[in-house]
Structures are given as structure tokens and as C-alpha cells.
């Protein structure tokens, strides 16, 4: 995992991005934030587990079918497998350790 500080490439309202190997921070003092960290590692392995195209590929059309349900974006991305994964077990620094392959299916 790459950590670079570039705040113009996040969103407004988020404090990073992960486009493997990279993860993208809008503010450097994120770069000592563990829980941040561990939920960008999370996306990491989620990348890797679906080779990197189709992991976006399924976050964009999951993120259509949410926000079609929703109506809201950011109901719709907090909704969205891939997330609901990571904010549910950011704050368990083992987590990684122990995760089954694929283990987001279980918050569809």
C-alpha cells in the first residue's frame, strides 16, 4: 500500500481514495489515522480479490443499482458492499488477518 496526500482527487465530504497499490488522502495528518488506514486496506484486499478492473466495475453498477433504490448518493454508497464491509470492521486492526475471500458478499 502507497500512501500519497493529494486532496484535489477526493471528493468533497470523503478523506480518501484507493486505487490499488495507491491510497489517496486528502489531509496528511490521515496518514497516522489507523482506522482510516485499516478501511483503505480493506478496499485493497476487495481490489485484489476481484483483479482490480472488476472490483470497480461492480462498484459503479452496484453504486447505480443503490442509488436508483435510494435515490440519494450517499445512502446509496454506504450502502454499497464493498463499504458496508469496511466501515463495519475499520476499527478491528486484525480484521485482514482472519477474512474469508470474498467476504463482502455477506453485505450485499
Do not use: C
Not at 31 to 56: D, M, P, W
Amino acid at each position: 500500500m502507497i500512501v500519497l496526500v493529494f486532496k484535489y482527487l477526493i471528493p468533497k465530504g470523503f478523506r480518501g481514495f484507493t486505487f490499488f497499490p495507491f491510497v489517496f488522502l486528502s489531509d496528511k495528518k490521515d496518514k497516522a489515522h489507523t482506522v482510516l488506514l485499516n478501511h483503505e486496506r480493506i478496499h485493497i484486499r476487495q481490489q485484489l480479490e476481484l483483479l482490480i478492473v472488476l472490483f470497480f466495475i461492480w462498484y459503479g453498477i452496484e453504486f447505480l443499482v443503490r442509488l436508483v433504490r435510494y435515490k440519494n448518493r450517499r445512502v446509496a454508497y454506504y450502502n454499497i458492499s464493498f463499504e458496508r464491509e469496511a466501515y463495519a470492521n475499520e476499527k478491528d486492526l486484525d480484521y485482514l488477518k482472519r477474512r474469508s475471500f470474498w467476504n463482502f458478499l455477506k453485505y450485499l
